[in-house]
T-cell receptor
Framework: EAGVAQSPRYKIIEKRQSVAFWCNPISGHATLYWYQQILGQGPKLLIQFQNNGVVDDSQLPKDRFSAERLKGVDSTLKIQPAKLEDSAVYLC????????????FGPGTRLTVT | QKEVEQNSGPLSVPEGAIASLNCTYSDRGSQSFFWYRQYSGKSPELIMSIYSNGDKEDGRFTAQLNKASQYVSLLIRDSQPSDSATYLCAVGDKIIFGKGTRLHILP
């Protein structure tokens, strides 16, 4: 069974630029999560999708972050404009459903904002 | 504010000994508890889940849950150098992660 795929793996941008991350969950997993992990911290949930609907985006900085999962499979997370404090690893995870809390993570995208 | 607390470590344990990792949480209504292992530069990997009070064993790993004390722990028996990693405790259906405990297994 293929795992969660993410791209790119690394990205370096200047502040005020925009960036987008892509995630493809495990086949058949209805729930998809985006996390931000700052060095030395645990992952922080940004947004949770159930199929193509948003379940929780309470911690998403909506003035600069956006995410979509239009067909209920792949998802993109965008930052525009980026700030220095957005430097982090962005992790995508998936689970079978919103009531199945066991999550499987992709390799992550390491973002550096200079 | 719902919180999950872990000692950041590092916790150093001799090879072959038992490593004990602890986690406390603030939301008394939490029903789901997880331990993830994260190697440096890698993503978290689910190693244990526990939903009811008591112990749950899987190979060398045992998760222990005490909801009355709002406490969950992970025991690793016969610790190996390959167990050296950061262990993240995660709690709740809207999962909140602790900051993790760095574990070093000393050869």
């Amino acid at each position: 069974e293929a795992g969660v795929a993410q791209s790119p793996r690394y990205k370096i941008i200047e502040k005020r630029q925009s960036v987008a991350f892509w995630c493809n969950p495990i086949s058949g997993h209805a729930t998809l999560y985006w996390y931000q992990q700052i060095l030395g911290q645990g992952p922080k949930l940004l947004i949770q999708f159930q199929n193509n609907g948003v379940v929780d985006d309470s911690q998403l900085p909506k003035d600069r972050f956006s995410a979509e999962r239009l067909k209920g499979v792949d998802s993109t997370l965008k930052i525009q404009p980026a700030k220095l404090e957005d430097s982090a690893v962005y992790l995508c995870a998936s689970s079978l459903s919103v009531s199945s809390y066991e999550q499987y993570f992709g390799p992550g995208t390491r973002l550096t904002v200079t | 504010q719902k919180e999950v607390e872990q000692n950041s470590g590092p916790l150093s344990v001799p090879e072959g000994a038992i490593a004990s990792l602890n986690c406390t949480y603030s939301d008394r209504g939490s029903q789901s508890f997880f331990w993830y292992r994260q190697y440096s530069g890698k993503s978290p990997e689910l190693i244990m889940s526990i939903y009811s009070n008591g112990d749950k064993e899987d190979g060398r790993f045992t998760a222990q849950l005490n909801k009355a004390s709002q406490y969950v722990s992970l025991l690793i028996r016969d610790s190996q150098p390959s167990d050296s990693a950061t262990y993240l405790c995660a709690v709740g259906d809207k999962i909140i992660f602790g900051k993790g405990t760095r574990l070093h297994i000393l050869p």
